[in-house]
């Protein structure tokens, strides 16, 4: 293709990579790694309202594979499609639009592989109930939340970048719209002073490229970007009470810019049945909407206050839930997961912090309870708190990020990397139904977890029949508040005991510690 005065085609080849809007004609780039962000950028009409006036797409193929990938409207005349390459080769572009300087334009991009630290954008496994990378690579969600945090100062948001380099979070949760003080506060162009006085058929794309900014920064981290597109917090301005065409305009021009982005996750709504201006028809509807604007089909979920999505609609890939009570035990845990049939994020079990209110003054010894619970039950679980000198969550990590000061994120961190070493591609409940408090996988790993209890031993009685494989384990016993394993002795070879167990006669318990929050973990010999 030839470039010309009014043609910029840009190139990004992970997407870490600082994406800018230059003011001279750029070269095409030749290649692109996989999962990595390539971008088409062209100059045409800036009259009217491009947003609604003017439609805009290319196709890619490489080989038997093909792709439409919508583009959007940057402003200052200029309109962009970003695309990430599902697959190596010599990928080929035809653009489409209904304006003709963006018309029947082409080109092409070879896709190399992926560089270290790439894998991919993350997907359900197959198994149903867990998730990896697209390399096959699992992923062990350890979440947190911080609602506002890229809406806030650029000062304020390196100081939560610098506190995600080292603390163990692999999602982010975060909103479009702002629930909590904030200096981006305006998505869409105002029209006069008053908080409600903005157009929402005029995207400000000013404010959208300074949020896709800080999902690139999280992406350099190996953090996923769950990206909340509706809370009923900003009734004041109302940008989650818009009409159905502006909902619509809103979502693709959302998943046309951020799609391509290989760690974004979409939330459609953080406590959705609390915005009281949509219906669950509209939800459905929105729902599908998003999926057919985005053609990287990344991950989709919808968290609650009070009444539960259904969760098993074909659009939703994973459940997202609020309920603190469900993972204070391995069983209400696992019964979301035997209800979603789908993988099961808690993404909100109640915050450690200081706050005056109910949902936001857990002890550190609580939340990591909590996460260990939905572990034996199979789910995963999400982290926040709301630490403030005047008890004011607004101000905290939750509402705006910063600097944490509680004391789970070490025990998260530690708790990662026992998932890490554990079974591919997760950690499976084991005859919950049945009282053995156990997960991990038959035969091979089990991982038992007490809780507050604190038992002097374990009678070491694992479900099995007599055809089941008589498995050898050696055992630790994990401290998991002071993030300690100590081996112990020798082994334990298992037959049965009885119709339902099996058990090693020769050793027939394991000695505990008589502390809280203690595991014992099983590995296969």
């Given at each position: 293709?030839?470039?010309?005065?009014?043609?910029?085609?840009?190139?990004?080849?992970?997407?870490?990579?600082?994406?800018?809007?230059?003011?001279?004609?750029?070269?095409?780039?030749?290649?692109?790694?996989?999962?990595?962000?390539?971008?088409?950028?062209?100059?045409?009409?800036?009259?009217?309202?491009?947003?609604?006036?003017?439609?805009?797409?290319?196709?890619?193929?490489?080989?038997?594979?093909?792709?439409?990938?919508?583009?959007?409207?940057?402003?200052?005349?200029?309109?962009?499609?970003?695309?990430?390459?599902?697959?190596?080769?010599?990928?080929?572009?035809?653009?489409?639009?209904?304006?003709?300087?963006?018309?029947?334009?082409?080109?092409?991009?070879?896709?190399?592989?992926?560089?270290?630290?790439?894998?991919?954008?993350?997907?359900?496994?197959?198994?149903?109930?867990?998730?990896?990378?697209?390399?096959?690579?699992?992923?062990?969600?350890?979440?947190?939340?911080?609602?506002?945090?890229?809406?806030?100062?650029?000062?304020?948001?390196?100081?939560?970048?610098?506190?995600?380099?080292?603390?163990?979070?692999?999602?982010?949760?975060?909103?479009?719209?702002?629930?909590?003080?904030?200096v981006a506060t305006n998505p869409f162009v105002k029209t006069g002073p008053g908080l409600?006085?903005?157009?929402?058929?005029?995207?400000?794309?000013?404010?959208?490229?300074?949020?896709?900014?800080r999902i690139q920064r999280l992406g350099e981290l190996g953090i996923e970007a769950d990206?909340?597109?509706?809370?009923?917090?900003?009734?004041?301005?109302?940008?989650?009470?818009?009409?159905?065409?502006?909902?619509?305009?809103?979502?693709?021009?959302?998943?046309?810019?951020?799609?391509?982005?290989?760690?974004?996750?979409?939330?459609?709504?953080?406590?959705?049945?609390?915005?009281?201006?949509?219906?669950?028809?509209?939800?459905?509807?929105?729902?599908?909407?998003?999926?057919?604007?985005?053609?990287?089909?990344?991950?989709?979920?919808?968290?609650?206050?009070?009444?539960?999505?259904?969760?098993?609609?074909?659009?939703?890939?994973?459940?997202?839930?609020?309920?603190?009570?469900?993972?204070?035990?391995?069983?209400?845990?696992?019964?979301?997961?035997?209800?979603?049939?789908?993988?099961?994020?808690?993404?909100?079990?109640?915050?450690?912090?200081?706050?005056?209110?109910?949902?936001?003054?857990?002890?550190?010894?609580?939340?990591?309870?909590?996460?260990?619970?939905?572990?034996?039950?199979?789910?995963?679980?999400?982290?926040?708190?709301?630490?403030?000198?005047?008890?004011?969550?607004?101000?905290?990590?939750?509402?705006?990020?910063?600097?944490?000061?509680?004391?789970?994120?070490?025990?998260?961190?530690?708790?990662?990397?026992?998932?890490?070493?554990?079974?591919?591609?997760?950690?499976?409940?084991?005859?919950?139904?049945?009282?053995?408090?156990?997960?991990?996988?038959?035969?091979?790993?089990?991982?038992?977890?007490?809780?507050?209890?604190?038992?002097?031993?374990?009678?070491?009685?694992?479900?099995?029949?007599?055809?089941?494989?008589?498995?050898?384990?050696?055992?630790?016993?994990i401290d998991t508040w002071n993030m300690t394993i100590t081996p112990v002795d020798g082994?334990?070879?298992?037959?049965?005991?009885?119709?339902?167990?099996?058990?090693?006669?020769?050793?027939?318990?394991?000695?505990?510690?008589?502390?809280?929050?203690?595991?014992?973990?099983?590995?296969?010999?």
């Amino acid at each position: 293709m030839t470039v010309s005065r009014r043609t910029i085609l840009q190139g990004a080849i992970a997407a870490g990579t600082t994406i800018a809007v230059p003011s001279v004609a750029a070269p095409l780039a030749e290649r692109v790694e996989r999962w990595g962000l390539y971008e088409i950028a062209l100059e045409g009409p800036s009259h009217g309202n491009p947003f609604d006036d003017v439609h805009f797409a290319a196709t890619f193929e490489c080989g038997a594979k093909r792709l439409t990938i919508p583009g959007f409207y940057d402003g200052d005349g200029f309109y962009r499609i970003r695309f990430s390459p599902p697959d190596i080769g010599r990928w080929t572009w035809r653009s489409t639009s209904n304006a003709r300087a963006l018309d029947a334009r082409s080109g092409a991009v070879r896709c190399v592989a992926a560089t270290q630290g790439n894998h991919g954008p993350v997907r359900v496994t197959t198994d149903g109930y867990h998730f990896a990378y697209a390399d096959g690579t699992p992923f062990r969600q350890i979440g947190t939340t911080c609602y506002s945090w890229a809406l806030q100062s650029d000062a304020q948001c390196a100081r939560t970048l610098k506190t995600l380099r080292a603390a163990p979070f692999n999602k982010m949760r975060m909103c479009v719209f702002p629930n909590v003080e904030s200096v981006a506060t305006n998505p869409f162009v105002k029209t006069g002073p008053g908080l409600k006085e903005w157009d929402p058929a005029r995207i400000d794309p000013a404010y959208f490229r300074r949020f896709e900014d800080r999902i690139q920064r999280l992406g350099e981290l190996g953090i996923e970007a769950d990206i909340i597109l509706y809370h009923p917090y900003d009734a004041k301005r109302g940008y989650s009470d818009m009409s159905r065409a502006d909902d619509e305009r809103y979502l693709r021009h959302v998943a046309a810019r951020f799609g391509a982005f290989r760690n974004v996750w979409w939330s459609m709504g953080n406590e959705y049945d609390a915005i009281r201006s949509k219906t669950m028809e509209d939800w459905d509807h929105l729902f599908q909407v998003l999926q057919a604007a985005d053609a990287h089909d990344r991950l989709r979920s919808i968290h609650q206050i009070t009444l539960y999505y259904d969760h098993r609609k074909p659009w939703i890939t994973h459940a997202s839930v609020q309920n603190g009570s469900a993972v204070l035990d391995d069983v209400p845990a696992q019964l979301h997961r035997s209800f979603a049939l789908k993988p099961v994020i808690f993404d909100e079990v109640l915050y450690e912090g200081n706050s005056d209110k109910r949902w936001g003054r857990l002890r550190g010894e609580e939340l990591v309870e909590r996460f260990w619970w939905g572990t034996i039950g199979g789910a995963y679980v999400g982290h926040s708190e709301t630490f403030n000198p005047d008890h004011n969550a607004d101000y905290s990590w939750l509402g705006q990020g910063g600097t944490l000061v509680g004391t789970s994120a070490p025990r998260l961190a530690f708790l990662r990397t026992i998932l890490e070493s554990g079974p591919r591609p997760g950690i499976e409940p084991i005859q919950t139904w049945w009282g053995y408090h156990l997960a991990g996988k038959e035969f091979e790993y089990y991982l038992r977890y007490f809780g507050a209890a604190q038992p002097n031993e374990w009678p070491l009685l694992l479900p099995g029949r007599h055809n089941d494989p008589h498995t050898t384990y050696r055992a630790d016993i994990i401290d998991t508040w002071n993030m300690t394993i100590t081996p112990v002795d020798g082994i334990f070879t298992m037959s049965p005991r009885d119709a339902y167990d099996f058990h090693d006669p020769a050793r027939p318990s394991i000695k505990l510690p008589g502390k809280p929050w203690i595991a014992v973990r099983l590995s296969m010999v």
